[in-house]
């Protein structure tokens, strides 16, 4: 069965930091860009970082750039998310996604907006306390 599978949330308080993984199983991510998004209890989901698996590129929102950093191995079968000084606005439940790799033409390597994601996984909770 193909799917993604999330690990790594937990509870942790402000400041500290939580890796995240995204294992996919059943395929591996050659041939697709990785997202991870999260969504805030009575908030839509937003993106918050996605990673070119054809050339290890990455985005992050500006929320969260310089504190998350987002890779992958080199077996390309888990995408990592590492969160380091985290707020209390971070407090979420995080997904990571995949979509069909964008043309080089598109002017894309990955895409921070959820219509493109064909693959979700179940979520995993990430609290931040102060």
């Known amino acids: 069965e193909v799917q993604l599978v999330e690990s790594g949330g937990g509870l942790v308080q402000a400041g500290g930091s939580l890796r995240l993984s995204c294992a996919a199983s059943?395929?591996?991510?050659?041939?697709?860009?990785v997202g991870w998004f999260r969504q805030a209890p009575g908030k839509g989901r937003e993106g918050v970082s996605c990673?070119?698996?054809?050339?290890?590129?990455?985005d992050f929102a500006n929320s969260v750039r310089g504190r998350f950093t987002i890779f992958s191995d080199s077996a390309k079968k888990t995408v990592y998310l590492e969160m380091n000084n985290l707020k209390r606005e971070d407090t979420a439940v995080y997904y990571c996604a995949a979509e069909l790799e964008p043309s080089p033409s598109s002017g894309y390597y990955c895409h921070g907006t959820v219509e493109e994601y064909v693959l979700w996984g179940q979520g995993t909770q990430v609290t931040v306390s102060s």
């Open positions: 990673l070119s698996i054809r050339d290890g590129r990455s």
């Open positions: 059943g395929f591996t991510f050659d041939g697709y860009a």
